[in-house]
């Protein structure tokens, strides 16, 4: 279990963080349409060896969702402001989908240090974004303007599509919460309308200078990133491995949080 969430004010912007554990800092980054919450099998089992932080995205989770950029253009910032907050400075870090393009543009544009980096089917390289997202860019306001009902039930087709495994209504019903309600569901549109590839093609270039060790972990039948992206990404990296997770879609950390350990325990010693 995930201890509760504490607020802490980034740039104006109330962050929902969550702290864990003692022993050598690990900061782990969710992706979209993600929270924290996608770490709960991860986090207690890395919290016996780490000091765990993790924390929802601007405009995720239990995070504000504030009306204006949640972009990635922003979640670089953001995450430097939490490095300060926590006085971190070089950490382990694993990072998933949203939160890969995040850690690379705060470690390449900012000049975050860490210790070791460990990216879970990162959005890194384009193409990327589902043709859902792409319709949902040129249509926010009719999707964000939908009955409720109607709305729960695509985001919950959505998020499906995520497992290879399946998720129970049990599983979906944390990952579905933060997205109901009126805010939630405008939030939600917002963040996919205000995805750009510009923001992975600006990190890209960069890519090969990165100052620490780095692992790809990648599920074999993710539906929304393929498999042969990783291959590429690992190329572009240096002194990269890609580990190949079977049986496991995007969503590794449901469908094999495993294999998300033992790469763990091996990456971070």
Known sequence: ??????????????????????????????????????????????AVRHTVYMYDLLGYGASAKPAGDVSLGVQNGVLAGLFAHWQLDAPGVIAHDFGGATALRAHLLDGLDYDRLLLIDPVALRPWGSPFVAHVRHHEAAFAGLPEDMHRAMLAAYLRTASHAGLTDAALAPYLAPWLGAAGQAAFYRQIAQMDMAFTDEAEPLYPSLRCPVRLLWGEQDGWIPVVTGDRLAQTLPGCRLVRVPGAGHLVQEDAPEAILAAALDFFG
């Open 1 to 46: 279990m995930l201890p509760a969430p504490v607020p802490v004010r980034i740039d104006g912007q109330e962050i929902a963080t969550r702290v864990m554990g003692q022993g050598p800092a690990l900061v782990l980054i969710h992706g979209t349409p993600f929270s924290s919450h996608a770490w709960h099998r991860i986090a207690p089992v890395l």
